[in-house]
């Protein structure tokens, strides 16, 4: 069965740190691939997504992501973060072949620290 | 509606009790999830609709748990004979289109504890 893996739970950063945090998934067919963010006490939402392209996908508050097939991998990336940015985050592949089924990773936590 | 509402937002329910949690999805949206939000975990799938497809009910924990949808938009999640267990916050997501290609779009969601 297809699943997907974040495999920093926790994550502790000073303020203009860089951040990168890992996605994995195991399904070796199409997938169209997602990270969602979710701010103390508010709704899910979307930071980015891949569907087709250009691996190196541009999202909003200065996130980006690369996708790397070989690998995978769906890594997030800010190179400065701020203390806005402390969230959960959490990475989601809907796969092609399973009517777009879409599936969680178990998310990450990230604390900024000012 | 400008998005998912769900309802209600809180609910508390005794030990063997059934409740009923509602979803409204953006008008025109095809697909529906349901997802559980547990304590320190992540998203877990419980079962998406897809247009007027047979629903995707294999993440749903026990057969406790029954969700349908009516007329392609609202939909409600059954949970019979609540447990401790059960607490979490579900979470509605819906889709314009099944791809996904134009975002899902999360509802705040129902906590729900079972005392």
């Known amino acids: 069965a297809q699943s997907v893996s974040q495999h920093n739970h926790h994550v502790i950063l000073s303020e203009a740190a860089s951040l990168e945090l890992g996605c994995n998934y195991s399904y070796g067919g199409t997938v169209n691939l997602f990270w969602y963010v979710q701010y103390p006490g508010q709704h899910l939402q979307l930071l980015l997504k891949y569907f087709s392209g250009d691996p190196l996908v541009k999202g909003i508050k200065g996130f980006e992501a690369e996708f790397i097939k070989s690998k995978f991998s769906f890594n997030l990336r800010k190179p400065s973060v701020q203390w806005s940015d402390t969230a959960e985050y959490f990475c989601a592949v809907n796969d092609v072949d399973s009517s777009y089924k879409l599936i969680f990773g178990s998310g990450t936590r990230l604390l900024v620290r000012p | 509606g400008a998005g998912v509402s769900q309802s209600p937002s809180n609910k508390v329910t005794e030990k063997g009790k059934d409740v009923e949690l509602r979803c409204d999805p953006i008008?025109?949206?095809?697909?529906l999830y349901w997802y559980r939000q547990s304590l320190g975990q992540g998203l877990e799938f419980l079962i998406y609709f897809q247009g007027n497809s047979a629903p995707d009910k294999s993440g749903l924990p026990s057969d406790r748990f029954s969700a349908e949808r009516t007329g392609g938009s609202v939909s409600t999640l059954t949970i019979q004979r609540t447990q401790q267990e059960d607490s979490a916050v579900y979470l509605c997501?819906?889709?314009?289109?099944?791809?996904?290609?134009?975002?899902?779009?999360f509802g705040s969601g129902t906590r729900l504890t079972v005392v």
């Open positions: 008008s025109g949206h095809t697909a």
């Open positions: 997501a819906s889709s314009f289109s099944g791809t996904g290609s134009s975002g899902y779009t």
